[in-house]
């Protein structure tokens, strides 16, 4: 059975769920970011374990199929070297797995800090859904939106 199972995880499946799988999260953290329910599942460490686990799976799946992850290192040197390493499928899947992890996490501090802060969820709502996008654009709009309800402007938290 355990082996019918990780036949079934390829790197598509994968990729295909780690996505669908975050989409309840993301929910919970727009709709519901003050319920325990939120609190246990985002804004603790089972999500970044559960992130990880397919993190770790997918290098060693790679690993076994032949790929040197010591090419990883290459990637900083050029953006020919970056590109030739997302052409590998597994590569490319664990830096999308790195991103949405990523993702979350700093969805997850916006909901945290909006609460903090007294902003309306409504107001919470378009950071959350630019950084499901596209990351830092929507912690930029929350620092901006934050500065009017903080009454202060800093740099670190």
Do not use: C
Request: charged share 10%; no cysteine.
């Amino acid at each position: 059975m355990l082996d019918q199972f990780t036949t079934y995880l390829t790197i598509e499946n994968i990729y295909f769920w780690s996505n669908l799988s975050l989409a309840p999260f993301w929910l919970m953290l727009i709709i519901i970011p003050n319920s325990n329910f939120t609190q246990f599942f985002v804004n603790s460490v089972i999500l970044p374990l559960l992130l990880s686990t397919a993190y770790i799976f997918v290098i060693n799946k790679s690993i076994l199929l032949g790929d040197s992850f010591l090419d990883i290192f290459f990637l900083y040197a050029s953006l020919d070297n970056l590109y030739t390493l997302f052409s590998t499928e597994s590569f490319l899947l664990v830096f999308w797995i790195h991103f949405i992890a990523i993702n979350i996490f700093l969805g997850s501090w916006i909901s945290r800090d909006g609460i903090k802060y007294n902003m309306p969820r409504w107001l919470v709502f378009f950071p959350l859904i630019l950084v499901y996008l596209t990351g830092p654009l929507g912690l930029v709009l929350h620092w901006l939106i934050r500065i009017f309800y903080a009454k202060k402007l800093v740099f670190h938290d």
